[in-house]
């Protein structure tokens, strides 16, 4: 039998942003998912956990959680949790890449010369519309 992980998983709900709630509980999860912060048989915080947390009401966090179950990410187990089934991670998008590290000293780089957060998201974005083109879903991702 496999032993299941939990994984302390904190939602940061902006809201500012104009993204809902439920939404970026989906991105922020699919975000773990792509870095392996988050692998199949992990258990995602409960509705409550999160809503402790991030001060979101429970069924936004259930809302999101039924979104990503219809895109075969997690399964939910009456009386145990949500837990993942499947990864979205690469080898190559890894937090112990190549890729990420360069990312990394490029945004050390962006710090040194000044950039706030925002310009630095702003170059990404127009980096990322350079390189992948369509436009996004609001989500920071085109259609995921």
Not at 61 to 89: N, S
């Amino acid at each position: 039998m496999m032993m299941e992980g939990v994984v302390i998983l904190e939602f940061r709900i902006d809201r500012r942003s104009g993204v809902p709630a439920f939404q970026q509980i989906v991105q922020q999860t699919k975000q773990a998912l792509r870095l392996g912060v988050l692998v199949p048989g992990d258990r995602l915080p409960t509705a409550k956990e999160v809503s402790e947390v991030s001060a979101v009401n429970p069924n936004t966090t259930l809302k999101a959680y039924r979104e990503l179950e219809r895109e075969g990410l997690v399964e939910p187990r009456p009386g145990q949790g949500t837990f993942v089934t499947r990864t979205l991670a690469r080898p190559e998008s890894g937090a112990d890449s190549p890729l990420h590290g360069e990312l990394v000293t490029w945004m050390a780089r962006a710090r040194e010369a000044g950039l706030e957060r925002e310009d630095v998201a702003a170059l990404v974005a127009s980096a990322l519309e350079k390189q992948y083109g369509g436009t996004t879903n609001g989500t920071g991702n085109s259609g995921e």
